[in-house]
Structures are given as C-alpha cells and as structure tokens.
C-alpha cells in the first residue's frame, strides 16, 4: 500500500474547510482497510477514518496521520420471514441506497430521504430525520476492530443506539470502522408520517394517504427548502447540516426554560423517562443570532439557523469560534447548553 501526501481534506468535506492529510488512502474493500491499518501501525501514525465528510470539521492544521477514505461498495438484498434484509457496505453512498429501497417498495427509509454521506456513518451516529431513526430497521453492523485487528458483528442492541448517538460515536471513539450494515426493511409497508413538517407538506399537494415516493419526495422538497440538499448552486452549501443537536432536559427542568423563554409557544416534545425536547433552531433565533446571520467569513445558513455555513475564506477556527458564540448565547439566554453534532478532528470540539 502506497499512500499518498499532504492531501487537502477541505476538499473531502462539506464544509470545505481543514488542512491536509500527511498520508491518505482509498480504501476499495476490506483487504485494503487491514493493510491500511497495518501500515500505520508499521509507520507509528495513527489512523482516521473519512466516510462522505457531510458531518466533520477538521483542524486548520491538518491530520499527522494516515486518513482512511471508505470506498467500499456492494449491495445485497434477501428476503426472509415476511421482511426485506438488505446489506451495504460502508462505501456505499446513503442517499441513492434510499432511493432504491422506496422504488422497490421497501418501507423503513422513506423519512431518511436526502441525507448526505456514506452508509457507514448511519449507524454511527444513529442517523435520523422526520420522524425516523436508522436504528429502527439496523439488523447487523460489521466493524473493524482497529485494537485487536478482529472483524466484529454487533447486533442491534450491542450498538448502545441514542439520540443521534451509539457505540461506535461515544465509547471509543475511532475504534472501529464500519464495513457494512445490515437492515431489515418492511415490503409493501406503509410510509412513516410522524412529523408535522411532513404532514403539512403532503396536505399542501392534497395527499392523504401518501405513498413510500410520495412522503420521499415530500421530506426531499423540505429539505431542499432549509438547502439541507446537497446542491453545487446553493450559497449555503458548505455546511455540516445541523450543526447541534436538539437540547434534551428533564421535565423537571423545563419550568425554568420556559420562564426565561417568556413564550408558550416554545416548541417542546416529551419523551420518555421523564424528559423533554426542545428545538435547538427556535432557542439559537431567540438568543439573536437569526438565519442568516454573519460574523466575518461564517455564518448561519440563510434558511436554516442549525447550520453553520462556511464562506469564502473561512477557517476551521472561524467555524469552531462561531459555533462557541452560539453556545453561550443560548447558555445565557435560556440556561440551556447546545451539543455539536459534527465530528472533529485535530480541533476541541465547542
């Protein structure tokens, strides 16, 4: 395995922001990912792994390692006890995967529509949108175990699956890479219409009882609406989508926020367990910083105020600062601390 150099990882990522990789490999299939791996062990460098790169931000300065592009591919499809198991591998591109499920009238998608990036990373982060998680259908993850260079299978509940979180995300960060996943998915299953944006939109077109086409195509029009649609003509594409993640509290929190909110109408979603969902785009606007807004080369998208958008010129730190300036309005004005959703390499996360 020959890497190669000082390749810009801005160009890997949405963002478009970060400094180079010293070593940097494509990675075809599984054979490849171990000789990778044995290869920075040989080297003394650590390894890092780039799925499609819709959700990093990486370092101003760079990665003094080996970075790792995933570019597995292959999918496989089986039926077995009324239900469809379809396997991808981590290379394969999410969203086109979606497209293919809903034409052949597999349910357990339809709401995951328009997402970017790689199969790989929708376990990682328990991806979800409009209603539905990935974790509802994942069957099987395959996993390189990069400590005992062991090919691992985790079942569903081995996968420690949270809000926009799981096993691989948050115990060990980087341990392992994701070869392939497994997901059992509904033939001739009835779309999934949980989300208010979504009904409406179906309302809007008189669509009362929408099809798995019709509530892809509605989830796609909505987020290509808030340029959440990857789109080469969009002034707000470089971004991460949502930058945070939408707050979780205990209800017995909530009186508080609600208080210094000084608005009913607050939105707010109980959960189970005794806690509550608040949205993390209505308290940034509240807190002054409105869709659109710019400091310098970043700024909110100005369609979305959970995006943060990077412009021409704009570093990493910029990106990074600005996500910190957020935070502590939000902090100050609600006493409600935001997560980041990306990932970050090389940079402290805010």
């Not at 034409?103 to 982060?125: D, K």
């Not at 691992?152 to 392939?180: A, K, Q, W």
Request: charged letters at 25%; one cysteine or more; glycine letters at 10%.
């Amino acid at each position: 395995m020959i890497p190669l150099e000082r390749v810009r990882l801005a160009e890997h990522c949405t963002l478009g922001v970060g400094g180079p990789a010293r070593y940097f490999v494509e990675a075809h299939d599984e054979a490849a990912v171990l000789a990778a791996l044995d290869w920075a062990r040989g080297q003394r460098v650590p390894i890092r792994v780039l799925g499609g790169g819709s959700n990093l931000v990486v370092s101003d300065e760079g990665i003094d390692g080996l970075v790792v592009k995933i570019a597995l591919r292959g999918v496989d499809t089986r039926e077995a006890h009324g239900a469809v198991e379809l396997t991808a591998a981590a290379g394969e591109p999410w969203d086109p995967l979606v497209q293919l499920t809903v034409a052949r009238g597999w349910a357990g998608f339809e709401c995951l529509s328009g997402i970017p990036g790689l199969v790989g990373a929708t376990p990682m982060q328990n991806v979800g949108a409009y209603g539905q998680d990935v974790s509802e259908t994942v069957m099987l993850v395959r996993a390189l175990d990069t400590t005992t260079r062991r090919i691992m299978t985790f079942e569903n509940r081995e996968c420690r699956f949270g809000y926009r979180d799981s096993l691989f995300r948050s115990d060990e960060p980087g341990r392992h890479v994701i070869l392939s996943v497994a997901y059992r998915l509904r033939p001739g299953g009835a779309p999934t219409v949980r989300y208010a944006d979504v009904e409406k939109e179906l309302a809007g077109r008189g669509i009362g009882r929408p099809s798995l086409a019709e509530v892809r195509e509605s989830v796609i029009a909505i987020r290509r609406s808030k340029s959440m649609v990857l789109d080469a003509g969009d002034a707000n594409r470089r971004s991460c989508g949502s930058f945070f993640t939408n707050p979780i509290i205990p209800v017995a929190e909530l009186t508080a926020v609600e208080a210094r909110a000084g608005d009913r109408a607050m939105p707010r979603w109980p959960l189970p367990g005794g806690q509550v969902k608040l949205s993390a785009a209505w308290l940034i606007e509240r807190a002054g910083y409105p869709r659109g807004r710019a400091d310098g080369p970043v700024g909110l998208s100005t369609r979305h105020a959970l995006a943060i958008v990077a412009h021409d010129g704009a570093t990493a730190c910029d990106v990074v600062a600005f996500a910190r300036r957020i935070q502590a309005a939000v902090d100050a004005r609600f006493g409600v601390r935001l997560t980041p959703e990306p990932v970050f390499w090389g940079v402290a996360a805010p």
